[in-house]
């Protein structure tokens, strides 16, 4: 399926320019969007409003993202096979970085050089980068920089989120500010709300203790 994504891709991008490459990232764009919706409208009816009915119409959005952000890839590695086009609108370089920040740990450390230069080119902020170097981190289980990742576990109806563990806690709030994140409390507060459930920061806990907890 990948292969035959990736050929029409190719295909497609060799017929026109950067007018085709920004009509496909567009329509990439409201595919990843779109399913994240659902999920997070499903997922808030499950776990705050006890609606456990939807639990497998929940479970079947998770895969139906999973098989989204597999194929949203695979035309994000067709359009950067001969390195990253000039010229793209705006919105097709956020949609990169949005893609491969919704990717597998391999793809995020292939691409994060290719990330890191649209954003020192102004293509994208420095906090996109920033959160994509906080979830690298986090799938290679070490601390996070930025405080941009949170975690979670429990059941489905019970989902329990911690903020994942830091670097500097000390700094943190500097270290965000660097990158146009607003402050720590502020970003919590707001997860908290969108999401229904209170998000937790123990600013000394580790990854060895906060793994434990979502071993249980």
């Excluded at 990843?32 to 409003?49: F, M, N, P, Y």
């Excluded at 006890?50 to 139906?64: A, F, H, K, Q, W």
């Excluded at 740990?105 to 902020?125: F, M, N, R, T, W």
């Excluded at 500010?177 to 806990?205: F, H, M, N």
Aim: proline content about 3%; some cysteine.
């Amino acid at each position: 399926m990948k292969r035959l994504i990736s050929i029409f891709v190719l295909l497609l991008l060799a017929c026109n320019s950067t007018k085709t490459t920004d009509s496909l990232l567009a329509g990439v764009w409201e595919k990843d969007q779109s399913i994240r919706l659902r999920l997070a409208e499903l997922t808030k009816a499950v776990s705050v409003e006890g609606r456990t009915d939807l639990i497998d119409s929940l479970v079947s959005v998770v895969d139906e993202q999973q098989r989204i952000d597999e194929e949203n890839m695979a035309v994000v590695d067709s359009i950067l096979q001969r390195g990253l086009p000039a010229g793209l609108s705006a919105e097709s370089y956020k949609t990169i970085w949005i893609v491969i920040d919704h990717a597998s740990l391999e793809k995020q450390e292939q691409y994060l050089p290719i990330v890191e230069q649209i954003s020192l080119d102004g293509l994208i902020d420095k906090d996109e980068y920033a959160i994509l170097c906080d979830r690298v981190a986090m799938k290679q289980n070490c601390p996070q920089r930025y405080g941009s990742q949170v975690v979670q576990f429990g059941s489905v109806d019970a989902l329990q989120l911690y903020l994942w563990p830091v670097e500097n806690p000390a700094e943190l709030d500097s270290l965000r500010a660097s990158v146009g994140l607003s402050p720590i409390a502020e970003y919590l507060s707001k997860v908290s709300e969108e999401s229904g459930i209170e998000v937790k920061y123990e600013p000394t806990i580790t990854v060895e203790e906060i793994n434990t907890m979502r071993n249980k």
